[in-house]
């Protein structure tokens, strides 16, 4: 009976999840099959589920009316190195703040977290004025140097700290009976434990860096060097109205790299994230 009572009790919570994961799912479901119809079947009324004609035009034509292949490319290898970049910051940042005591460290430490509170609106003017007078306007270098050296890398510092606090202190002395030093104990004891808070800053920090469309539309002017968000806004006819069923296979192909980090990476996510509020 009980067995009985258990199998009903999980087929009414499969059923409530599914319930609950149509808001969710059906607007990828429909921005996808979206991008398979013409655009007089997108706003069709009764709404179809499935396209009737399926065709891929949409998706050539992305790549006729922009240099698509190469706006992709930058997005990509722009958020590898911010990724990058913003681990190697943050998590020797992190370690410096969890484990060596030094005066003022809360202090610092506060300080440094009140750059969260600052919305990046405010900066982007004086940032704009920092790169033109160096030269660096309509390149890419804004658009890795200000995520690495900013609020993102801060949220990434405090994600990191939280770990590396929750590390029993036995193992630091452990390491240093064998004779390591401080960093050797970082690289070769609490690194290689700090995976799934790496995981979890590496996921926000590609979603962050990839979805990125404030810095790209002020600093960059030339199409061939856009990132996949300002891309997509490029995709209207000539009298500036939406190419809907362009748009959407542009959105689509934008997506997918999002959808194979997360569920690729998923659960170190979820661990690094469960880490971070052991200790204080």
């Known amino acids: 009976m009980s067995r009985e009572l258990s199998r009903r009790t999980k087929l009414l919570l499969y059923g409530a999840l599914m319930v609950l994961a149509v808001p969710f799912v059906f607007p990828t479901w429909w921005m996808v099959t979206s991008s398979l119809k013409p655009v007089a079947d997108i706003f069709a009324f009764p709404p179809k589920l499935l396209p009737v004609d399926p065709g891929l035009d949409a998706y050539r034509r992305v790549f006729e009316l922009q240099p698509f292949g190469q706006q992709y490319l930058n997005s990509l290898y722009i958020a590898l190195v911010v990724t990058v970049g913003t681990l190697a910051v943050a998590a020797l940042a992190g370690y410096a703040f969890a484990r060596i005591r030094f005066r003022g460290q809360n202090v610092l430490f506060l300080v440094i977290l009140a750059g969260l509170l600052i919305p990046s609106e405010v900066t982007i003017v004086p940032l704009f004025?920092?790169?033109?007078?160096?030269?660096?306007?309509?390149?890419?270098w804004p658009l890795i140097l200000v995520p690495i050296l900013g609020a993102p890398s801060v949220l990434a510092t405090f994600i990191m700290r939280q770990f590396f606090v929750s590390l029993p202190g036995e193992l630091e002395e452990a390491a240093r009976v064998d004779g390591l030093g401080r960093f050797g104990t970082f690289w070769k004891i609490a690194l290689p434990l700090s995976r799934p808070a790496l995981g979890a800053v590496a996921i926000f920090t590609f979603l962050h860096s990839w979805n990125l469309y404030l810095e790209p539309i002020v600093f960059l002017s030339s199409p061939e060097k856009f990132t996949l968000p300002q891309a997509l806004t490029q995709f209207v006819d000539a009298y500036g109205g939406p190419m809907w069923n362009v748009q959407l296979a542009a959105a689509s192909m934008t997506a997918l790299p999002v959808l194979v980090v997360f569920v690729i990476a998923q659960k170190q996510f979820v661990e690094g994230l469960a880490h971070t509020g052991l200790k204080g």
């Open 129 to 140: 004025q920092m790169f033109f007078k160096l030269g660096l306007v309509d390149t890419h």
